[in-house]
């Protein structure tokens, strides 16, 4: 057994009896003062302790999304018609996605961003294999030519008017003007327009008239558009179709409105819906490429100077959407990432339709890099966050062809990693302990000189010497 005395001998804080202390007043000045910068010490060590620390360094991309990239949008046309509005997507793989429907959504709105509607819907257009007719026959002009100033007059008069606009220039017009005459020609015969008067075939010549044009085929009147053949025997099959159900009686009750003079204007209340809000997202290969949003259609052409790709921006982001629990992350990280997650967020890019913006391209180009906040605790790594950041530069671009908004994306091969690095609570503890430990020591030798000094001034006064 060791005995008490043996234990006592290994005893490093050896007790001086109370008898044989001296209290000071500098003492217990010295000791306030080390009391005070003690807990001074230890908030600062503990506020540093809960502080975010992190690494930055740039590595080679690993994503975990593999080689696709999704992009978010939502962007408003105020000028582009949701029947005409296609999104496509193409790369440099050679890539190339046209008018996507299965994750786009369309909603008509009014030249102010309102909406006019509930969410648009095109059916799927069935392939024209006829152009007009095979045989070159002699004909003459069966359809009346509408103007401005008549065509409001017409809408109101025949309950059915079916209107070829067209453009001298165009192919496809002049493929279907000898078909068109043609069954405005039988149509005439089968449903005269003063005693039956319920159908009329006309025709708008959109060189003349381009206001009217671009107004109707806009959404100024409630339409529908033909996507049939456009043979004669197709056209004037579809005009029996269209006129079947509608009684003669409607003829009349048109008459008598316009002997009235008070037309309805109730029956056509369409409001003028020229734009389109588009959003939605695409999944694309992370190399670089173009998302195109532009007028397209398969039974239709376009005059450039008339498309008018004028945007804002609501959304254009990419990678996957934020979390709540990953968004409060950003909040907390929000002096290293967030700045540009969506930078084309609210910017608007607007045309006015003159002679100066006629044919103009709206272009982005957006250089991509996506960055990962990772956490390294107790030897593991775990990802906090994961997000795509991008540069934007825009511009207008004259085109000889059909105006689009284009938006040119290139992904970095590279990514910034930010690693959030944890401090040991073992390192919190040992720096408490030299906080208390260094100020109580620093805090013993200033007493002792300050003990000192003072008894040696204390013998000099009495005149004492060693």
């Not at 992350?329 to 910017?347: A, N, Q, V, W």
Request: hydrophobic fraction near 35%; charge should be neutral; charged fraction near 25%.
């Amino acid at each position: 057994m060791i005995s008490a005395t043996k234990l006592k001998s290994v005893d490093f804080y050896r007790k001086i009896p109370r008898d044989l202390t001296e209290a000071s007043l500098s003492g217990a000045g010295l000791s306030i003062v080390a009391a005070f910068s003690m807990m001074f010490l230890f908030g600062m060590e503990l506020n540093n302790y809960l502080m975010v620390s992190t690494t930055t360094s740039v590595i080679v991309d690993r994503s975990s999304d593999g080689e696709f990239l999704r992009i978010d949008f939502n962007i408003s046309f105020p000028a582009l018609s949701c029947e005409f509005a296609s999104v496509d997507v193409s790369d440099v793989l050679g890539t190339n996605r046209l008018n996507i429907t299965k994750t786009v959504r369309k909603f008509s709105i009014d030249p102010n961003l309102i909406p006019t509607g509930s969410e648009f819907h095109s059916g799927p257009i069935p392939k024209v294999n006829k152009h007009g007719d095979d045989f070159q026959e002699e004909y003459s002009d069966g359809s009346d030519s509408l103007t401005a100033e008549s065509f409001e007059k017409y809408a109101h008069q025949y309950s059915i008017l079916v209107v070829n606009f067209f453009a001298p220039w165009c192919y496809w017009s002049n493929r279907l003007k000898p078909s068109w005459e043609r069954a405005a020609k039988i149509i005439k015969e089968r449903y005269d327009p003063e005693m039956d008067g319920r159908i009329l075939l006309g025709k708008v010549d959109c060189t003349r008239e381009a206001e009217l044009c671009r107004r109707d085929n806009h959404g100024h009147h409630e339409h529908e558009s033909y996507y049939g053949e456009r043979d004669t025997e197709s056209l004037v099959a579809a005009m029996e179709t269209l006129v079947a159900p509608v009684p003669r009686e409607s003829h009349k009750l048109a008459l008598e409105d316009k002997s009235n003079k008070s037309v309805d204007t109730a029956k056509r209340p369409a409001p003028l819906t020229s734009g389109c809000r588009i959003e939605g997202f695409v999944r694309v290969k992370k190399v670089p490429g173009n998302l195109v949003i532009s007028a397209h259609s398969g039974a239709h052409s376009f005059d450039p100077s008339q498309i008018n790709v004028s945007h804002v921006v609501s959304q254009f982001s990419f990678g996957k959407k934020l979390s709540l629990r990953m968004l409060s992350e950003l909040k907390r990280l929000t002096p290293y990432l967030g700045g540009s997650h969506d930078r084309l967020m609210g910017r608007s890019y607007i045309t006015n339709r003159d002679h100066v913006n006629a044919n103009v391209t709206i272009e982005h180009y957006l250089q991509v890099v996506k960055s990962e906040v990772v956490s390294r605790r107790s030897s593991q790594e775990l990802k906090l966050l994961e997000e795509y950041e991008y540069t934007a530069h825009s511009s207008l671009v004259d085109s000889l062809h059909i105006p689009v908004a284009k938006f040119h994306y290139e992904p970095s091969p590279m990514q910034v990693l930010v690693t959030e690095v944890s401090k040991p609570l073992s390192h919190f503890l040992t720096n408490i302990c030299a906080i208390i430990g260094g100020v109580f020591t620093v805090a013993g030798i200033l007493d002792s000189i300050l003990h000192n000094t003072l008894r040696l001034v204390k013998k000099v006064e009495l005149g004492k010497h060693f």
